[in-house]
């Protein structure tokens, strides 16, 4: 069964995109991509399960009004919307963060989280000082207008990620992260009115069965923060997945899909 459609949260509409019926499953993307980066979990859900995907406002099929606003709450809503009680939260990046704010806002609504390359708002890693090789690049390109050459810069940043060469990162993953970055880079100026919520102190209070997930070539302070969020939570499992950086669920969808459909049957 799939469905695909929009949720009302305020003044916005929300995409989403459904397939299988069971247990639900909501997924979150990262700040570089939208729904499209969880393609290779949704060729086969197990059996089972719901899975769901959502644009974030600004990000693909949805638009973004102006308003004060937050994610966690957009979630909610199509989560409403397709009358799912409680489901699995998966979120990678922002969409982690989002993940969290639910996690500490709405715990009742979650019976697992997923965390994928995220870090909790507040967290100092030591390497917090790091900076990557493009990021001068990516400065001049945004101040000289050139959002083409940003995307491209920072997709090379998240995607390539540290200790490895372009050529050696699957280009049909990297032209698509490319499409996907480019287009919200185009929207980044009108999500300023996003809200964050104050998630660190709310943690060691988080209790529920949790897969923390980094890839090896990840930047330093994601590679940190996922340490981090492992030794917060009682009731985790930590994965690194091997030759993938920021996002290993598309990279690397065949190690990924083994702990992440493993954690979902335990």
């Known amino acids: 069964m799939s469905s695909t459609g929009f949720a009302q949260s305020s003044k916005a509409q929300i995409y989403f995109d459904s397939v299988g019926e069971g247990k639900a499953v909501v997924f979150i993307h990262a700040g570089i991509a939208d729904s499209r980066m969880w393609d290779p979990q949704f060729e086969s859900p197990p059996d089972g399960f719901r899975f769901v995907r ?3 406002r600004g990000f693909g099929h949805s638009k973004i009004p102006k308003e004060p606003y937050t994610d966690c709450e957009d979630v909610l809503a199509v989560m409403d919307h397709l009358e799912i009680e409680k489901a699995v939260m998966v979120g990678c990046s922002i969409g982690g963060e989002a993940a969290l704010d639910l996690a500490t806002f709405a715990p009742y609504r979650l019976s697992g ?13 030591q ?3 790091y900076r990557s090789p493009q990021a001068p690049a990516v400065v001049e390109a945004f101040e000289a207008g050139d959002l ?9 940043t998240w995607v390539v990620g540290r200790g490895r060469e372009r050529s050696e990162v699957n280009a049909t993953v990297f032209d698509l992260v490319e499409k996907m970055n480019l287009a919200a880079l185009k929207t980044e100026e009108k999500r300023e009115e996003r809200r964050k919520a104050p998630i660190l102190e709310a943690l060691p209070h988080i209790d529920m069965p949790s897969l923390i997930v980094v890839g090896e070539h990840d930047l330093p302070p994601l590679l940190e923060a996922s340490e981090h969020l492992e030794e917060s939570f009682e009731h985790s499992r930590h994965v690194v ?3 993938a950086a920021h996002l290993p669920s598309l990279e690397q969808p065949e190690p990924f899909n083994k702990a992440f459909f493993a954690f979902l049957e335990g």
Do not use: Q, R, W, Y
């Not at 050459?149 to 090379?156: G, H, I, R, S």
């Open 241 to 243: 997945i091997e030759n």
């Open 54 to 56: 959502l644009d974030l």
């Open 127 to 129: 390497s917090s000082d």
């Open 148 to 156: 083409a050459k940003v995307a491209e810069l920072e997709t090379e």
């Open 113 to 125: 989280l997923v965390l994928i390359g995220a870090s909790a708002p507040g967290f100092e890693p």
